[in-house]
């Protein structure tokens, strides 16, 4: 099976399968569904499954151990810690803030191990960068984990290439998790190169700028009443209109190649290099096999260039997040 590594520990499909959609802030869907789709994952060779405490919170996790039990030592789940979760509230509003002290890293590793009903964790991420506790000290306690056989690898998200290097001189780092689309390519400035450097894996999460690059999502009124991303910028009427035509360019582009402009965006992500493994979110089985299939998309270098040019986030209206949630990445 084509594979691609992240770090030194980790053998994944090129394409893996980003899970919070399925229980968290997107809509949801029934369980059955959600446990059909991970079941079909497995059996086309996806087996790269990520999820977080927070999602939920918590059920995604659950959902994942219950699905995935049967298929345990066929796939590589990753999961997140990193922020604090009150006790009352629906979904986004138990997130109060960030928390990365080390008893906190390990409590929450204990509490996932029990959720996914698993022994060990194979990829571990801080979820945020907590600007109040030194990643050398966070780090330091994930490491532990490893050393205790909890967890086997450790991955950082939205972390600066700064950060990363310094979480690297604690433990290695396998994997480093941001957004990073045609629309969204913070991470080309500085983060790429570290992890070329420091052989980390790159895991891009919203590879499809979170369903839009899709084609299929043209007003706010696609969306479900409570689905988080209608308070994006991006997911704005007005700035929907504007990239409007954007999207015709790729859908286009897509066309000529024979290809769903949903696959394009993912083939031209996987042409950055072999260190990089999206996560595309899928509730239907459908999407979940067009996305996988992206990996076996050739294109040019004339054709990526091309791509690029013209898709470039210089050509996008509105911010990938509010100024709040802003804050939190490149920490």
Known sequence: MQTRKLGNELDVYPV??????MSFVYGGQPEADAIATLRRAVDIGVNFF????????????????????????????????????????????RMAGVDSRPEHVKAVAEASLKRLGTEVIDLYYQHRVDPNVPIEDT????????????????GLSEASAATIRRAHAVHPISAVQSEYSLWSRDPEEEVFAVCRELDIGFVPYSP????LLTGTIAKPEVLGADDWRRGL???QADAMAANAAVIATLETMAAEKGVAPAQLALAWVLHQGNFIVPIPGAREIHHLEQNAAAAQIALSQAEVAAIGDALSPEKVVGKRYTEEMLALVNG
Request: net charge negative.
């Open 16 to 21: 893996g399968l980003g899970c919070m959609g």
């Open 50 to 93: 990520d999820t977080a405490e927070v999602y939920g919170p918590y059920e995604n996790e659950i959902l994942l151990g219950k699905a995935l039990k049967p298929v345990r030592d066929q796939v590589t789940i990753a999961t997140k810690f990193g922020f604090k979760i009150l006790e009352e509230g629906n979904g986004v509003e």
């Open 139 to 154: 780090v330091g306690a994930m490491a532990e984990l490893v050393q205790e056989g909890k967890v086997r690898a450790l």
């Open 208 to 211: 499809l700028g979170r369903g």
């Open 233 to 235: 910028p991006r997911f």
